[in-house]
């Protein structure tokens, strides 16, 4: 196997970091950070910055779509408050209609005049009405209004090949097609880009509870005839299908698909195997998201930090079929699950989103961009309203979460190269450890350092430094808040936010004083 020198690099400090973590270095001392600029990483995929909007609960009614006569200001029934809010967030994707709903999702259901639309059941999530309003017109409309692409996840449990490939037709083909006819009429008469395509979700599970070789012949089948006929989408531009992968940490699906990908013949191909883990410390998910302390703070993020050694385990096994690293990891389910919130309906996933839930998710932004160069992609759970959502609203009411402002402050990483860091502030008291941190380097040769300090109690001294390059300060922000449960609420929406942050020079470094539990991004001034 071939691992980059700066993959080495990281390797070699995070092996140093476990050797010197007994030692029990100072908990006052400076701690030492060093980047190593010459020798950089892969880039930093903004892909792995996706996110992902199923139909459950309040995800798409009420928390995107308010429809075009409701008295909540909205563009063609798509609320200009979330607009505006995830248009700061640059996201690079957004994957829909499910999750289990993909499954039983049918795409005629979802288009045509509002009043033709049929009313279903959402069997997977609370029985709700599904009133089809938001369909494949009004995600491609919502996806544009915030400049994002498309993630398009196809029914493969109780859907057809021939199903799925009329879907594509609709949105991919001419308007001179009868399929592209069809679209004009419903007001769109140029093809749709979809530049994702996942055959079918979770198919050992809700999916259909697949075998292995049984999900691989299907996979093959709508790999083949789900096709993408938008002419602009050729080269670097083309759709790029995701195959089911693994549940967590079993294996079967990673062996199965990979090895079908690696025997294929011409007639298919993939551009992606997907990863589902979430952080939920047992299951079912049963930690609740509000008035918590110390011990639910240590656990979870402990529980989160298992995501770097799934990872290794699912990318070696794509080494040995797909040494080049040809095919993504694509982590396309991630992030806490907890316990619903008291006087919730249980199957809408609704929590709370605290601090301990900001840094886990720079945690786990963290981990991908040591892996850049397997995972490709990733896609948190959820973006509004469900489970780790980025917002949460309430009728006319919206307010943004702590992880929010993660997903805001590390938007410098997006394509950004990364460059290997070095660090060992050993643990803290519960066993953590304290200090982790990314750097990279942006196209415009501006440099960023993300530093998470986990320790729920102490603040940390930081010497960072870049080799052969002497710097002159740092400015950014820090993400902290009194308590690790403090959330933001409708009343109180501004608890958990960011504030600026300086780092000043220090013979040719930069001091960096981090508050206790907080996540931090600053770019480097040489
Ligand atoms: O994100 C909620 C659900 O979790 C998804 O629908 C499913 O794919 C997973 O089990």
């Known amino acids: 196997m071939n691992m980059p020198r700066a993959n ?127 369909g494949t017109d009004e995600y491609m409309d919502f996806i544009n209004q915030i400049g994002s692409e498309a993630y398009v996840s196809v029914n493969v449990g109780s859907g057809t090949v021939a199903e799925a490939a009329a879907w594509m037709a609709y949105m991919t083909s001419d308007a001179a097609t009868s399929a592209g006819k069809e679209r004009a009429a419903n007001g769109h008469p140029a093809p749709y880009r979809v530049k994702f395509l996942g055959l079918g979700n979770e198919s050992w599970g809700c999916g259909g509870a697949m075998t292995p070789d049984y999900y691989v012949s299907q996979l093959k089948i709508y790999a083949r005839y789900v096709r993408n006929y938008n002419p602009a989408q050729t080269g670097a531009q083309a759709m790029r299908r995701v195959a089911v992968g693994a549940d967590g940490s079993k294996t079967e699906y990673v062996e199965a698909v990979m090895q079908a990908w690696h025997d294929k013949v011409w007639s298919w191909d993939l551009e992606g195997l997907s990863l589902h883990s979430y952080t939920s410390a047992g299951w079912p998910p049963a930690h609740p998201s509000t008035h918590f302390g110390a011990s639910d703070y240590t656990l979870f993020l402990k529980d989160t930090l298992n995501m770097e050694a799934l990872i290794a385990q699912h990318s070696q096994i794509m080494d ?112 953590l450890p304290r200090v982790d941190a990314i750097a990279a380097r942006d196209a415009r040769g501006n440099l960023w350092l993300a530093v998470v300090n986990l320790d729920p109690e102490r603040p940390v001294r930081i010497h960072a430094a870049v080799a052969g390059t002497a710097m002159r300060g740092a400015h950014g922000q820090v993400l902290t808040a009194g308590e690790v449960d403090s959330i933001n609420t409708f009343d109180s929406p501004h608890r958990v936010q960011p504030t600026p942050i300086d780092g000043v020079a220090a013979a040719g470094a930069v001091l960096l004083e981090l508050p206790a539990k907080s996540v931090s991004v600053l770019q480097l001034r040489p």
């Not at 840094?359 to 992609?377: P, Q, S, T, Y």
């Not at 660090?423 to 519960?430: E, H, I, K, N, T």
Request: include cysteine; charge should be negative.
């Open 320 to 431: 040995h079929y797909d040494p080049q690293k040809k095919i993504p990891l694509v982590v396309d389910e991630w992030g806490a699950w907890l316990a619903p919130l008291p006087g919730s309906n249980p199957g809408f996933l609704v929590q709370q989103n605290s601090l301990r839930d900001a840094v886990l998710a720079a945690l786990n932004l963290d981990i991908f961009a040591r892996h850049a160069d397997r995972v490709r992609m990733a896609n948190i759970a959820q973006m509004v309203n469900v489970l780790q959502a980025m917002i949460m609203t309430d009728h006319e009411r919206m307010v943004l979460t702590p992880t929010y402002y993660v997903f805001r402050m590390y938007a410098p990483f997006q394509d950004a190269t990364f460059i290997p860091v070095q660090v060992d502030a050993g643990q803290s008291a519960s066993g």
């Open 8 to 134: 080495l690099f990281v390797c070699a400090a995070a092996l140093l970091g476990t050797a010197v973590a007994s030692a029990a270095p100072d908990p006052g001392a400076v701690v030492e950070l060093r980047m190593d600029g010459a020798h950089p990483g892969a880039t930093i995929d903004r892909n792995i910055f996706g996110q992902f909007a199923e139909h459950l609960g309040n995800g798409i009614y009420g928390g995107i779509w308010v429809g075009p006569d409701s008295t909540i200001p909205n563009v063609r029934g798509i609320r200009s408050d979330v607009v505006a809010a995830l248009r700061a967030l640059h996201v690079p994707n957004i994957r829909w209609p499910g999750g289990c709903f993909a499954d039983e999702y049918h795409w005629r259901d979802g288009i045509g005049p509002a009043a033709g639309r049929k009313a279903t059941v959402n069997a997977n999530w609370g029985a709700a009405i599904e009133p089809n309003s938001f």
